[in-house]
């Protein structure tokens, strides 16, 4: 089964309407560090397998990475653990910075 994709633009939309979407960040805790998307959560991608206990299967989760790569490598996974509700966000932090928040640090 394919992978929802949102777009950064779509993804701040939803966050000011209030909707309960869990921002799963995977990159490195050194890129989530330097720069992230406000009230995302870091659990690097190679953290995922050890700490799907953290995660909530009947939750909604956005998967972030730099440039959705990784996010999209990610949310497979999960499908394949059975979580139903993933998106992947396309263009990652990249898109963010370049669409949604101009003051974000790029790298």
């Known amino acids: 089964?394919?992978?929802?994709?949102?777009?950064?633009?779509?993804?701040?939309?939803r966050i000011a309407?209030?909707?309960?979407?869990?921002?799963?960040?995977?990159?490195?805790?050194?890129?989530?560090?330097?720069t992230h998307?406000?009230?995302?959560?870091?659990?690097?991608?190679?953290s995922i397998p050890s700490r799907?206990?953290?995660?909530?299967?009947?939750?909604?989760i956005v998967v972030i990475c730099h440039h959705?790569?990784?996010?999209?490598?990610?949310?497979?996974?999960l499908q394949q653990q059975g979580f139903k509700n993933i998106i992947n966000l396309v263009g990652g932090v990249a898109a963010w910075a370049g669409e949604c928040d101009l003051s974000m640090p790029r790298y």
């Open 68 to 77: 959705g790569i990784r996010s999209q490598q990610a949310a497979y996974y």
């Open 17 to 34: 309407n209030g909707e309960m979407l869990f921002l799963l960040d995977v990159r490195e805790p050194t890129e989530f560090a330097y």
């Open 37 to 46: 998307i406000a009230e995302s959560v870091s659990i690097p991608l190679n």
């Open 52 to 60: 799907l206990n953290e995660l909530d299967p009947e939750q909604e």
């Open 1 to 13: 089964m394919d992978i929802k994709q949102i777009s950064a633009v779509a993804l701040q939309e």
